[in-house]
């Protein structure tokens, strides 16, 4: 990653895929690549999944790179006619798109030239000015134009570039996160105080997470802020808040 900026570094997904929103396919990207960012510094602020269709996948590009640092996209690269994804983001920006060499030498390193037919050759197909971005299980890259990073829709591959493109990624200031056990106390009972302490403290964000375990129901409140002292104040109110209310409880 390159250094960190001061200000929020933001990022959006884009699923690309009529098997995703049929459910024929169970995605496996968005949470992944939701924590890798997390990690790294950069916000993930949206998620869309489009069909294989060039206007909407158009639109939403231009949307989301507009709006956001980054935009992930993953799907619609490989070698069938519903893999548009590529010449979707060539129309986005304006750009031809064509065989890239170096695309094309990626994938003769995996592929024989006899075995090279026009289907496979998609997969070397490249928006003008487009950086690469490699691929090392099956080959075919993926590409980075502007702020807009193209990936493959396997997980395994997406992970892979994923980890060749984030050195070239600006990142920010990671948030921290501050876990407060409610116990058995139930949201409604502490959820007015809270907003009041999250009102009180704008530097940070105060969720509140029920669930189920083995040992029966239980709250979790998550405080997340980038600045320590900032995040410190605001998980000393909340547990100070749980404590008041666990005692009048007993």
């Known amino acids: 990653m390159s250094d960190a900026s001061p200000s929020p570094v933001t990022a959006a997904i884009l699923v690309i895929g009529d098997e995703i929103l049929s459910g024929r396919t169970k995605d496996k990207n968005i949470g992944y690549i939701a924590e890798y960012l997390t990690n790294s510094g950069i916000e993930l602020r949206e998620v869309r999944v489009v069909p294989d269709v060039e206007e909407e996948i158009v639109a939403a590009l231009n949307a989301l790179r507009a709006r956001y640092t980054y935009l992930f996209t993953t799907g619609g690269i490989g070698p ?7 010449d979707c983001v060539a129309k986005a920006f304006g750009v031809g798109i064509a065989v890239d ?13 006899a075995d090279l037919n026009e289907a496979r050759l998609r997969m070397a197909r490249i928006p003008d000015g487009a950086e690469l971005i490699e691929n090392p299980i099956s080959k075919a890259p993926g590409f980075m134009l502007g702020n807009v990073i193209v990936m493959a829709g396997v997980p395994s591959i997406m992970q ?13 200031a990671r948030v921290a996160a501050e876990t407060i056990e409610a116990g058995n106390l139930p949201e409604g009972l502490y959820a007015g105080e809270l907003a009041e302490v999250a009102k009180s403290h704008p530097g940070v964000s105060i969720g509140s997470y029920p669930s189920m375990t083995p040992a029966g129901f239980r709250n979790q409140i998550v405080v997340r802020g980038r600045d320590p002292e900032t995040l410190a104040q605001a998980r000393a109110a909340v547990a100070d808040l749980v404590a008041r209310l666990q005692s009048a409880r007993t």
Request: no cysteine.
């Open 80 to 86: 069938t006619h519903d893999d548009i994804t590529a």
């Open 101 to 113: 060499p170096r695309a094309r030498a990626m994938l003769l390193e995996r592929i024989a030239e």
């Open 160 to 172: 892979a570039m994923l980890d060749n493109v984030a050195p070239r990624l600006t990142t920010g």
